[in-house]
């Protein structure tokens, strides 16, 4: 498992700083996966860095090759995604506001949404 953080710098102190996370394919021939979005992904956030110089801004993007189909990550999203978020709650309790996207290559999405749900966290898909 890859966890690539993305993220926006600030000047000086950041007034608000969100924290999203993505747990996506790997594999380039899924449609929204690892090496199709990231691009969008990093653009993405040199548009935050150029026109919201004070928002911080981290993307958290869990993958790796051993997720190349929906079948691969399905049996073991909920536990993936679920290790990745405990093992970091510090960063999420500092954060303002804490973001699950999910896309395509999340397969259905069930893992983000059933977590994010739980705890009570905005997701968008």
């Excluded at 594999?27 to 928002?55: K, N, Q, T």
């Amino acid at each position: 498992m890859y966890k690539l953080s993305l993220s926006s710098n600030t000047y000086g102190q950041p007034l608000f700083h969100v924290e999203v996370i993505t747990l996506i394919l790997y594999y380039a021939g899924e449609m929204g996966s690892y090496f199709l979005v990231e691009p969008a992904y990093e653009s993405a956030l040199e548009d935050i860095r150029r026109f919201y110089p004070r928002l911080s801004f981290s993307h958290n993007i869990i993958t790796g090759p051993e997720y190349n189909q929906c079948n691969d990550l399905l049996p073991v999203s909920n536990d993936v995604l679920a290790r990745f978020y405990y093992s970091n709650l510090s960063k999420w309790r500092a954060a303002d506001l804490t973001v699950f996207l999910t896309n395509e290559a999340d397969c259905d999405g069930h893992a983000t949404a059933y977590l994010a749900t739980n705890l009570r966290r905005l997701t968008i898909g």
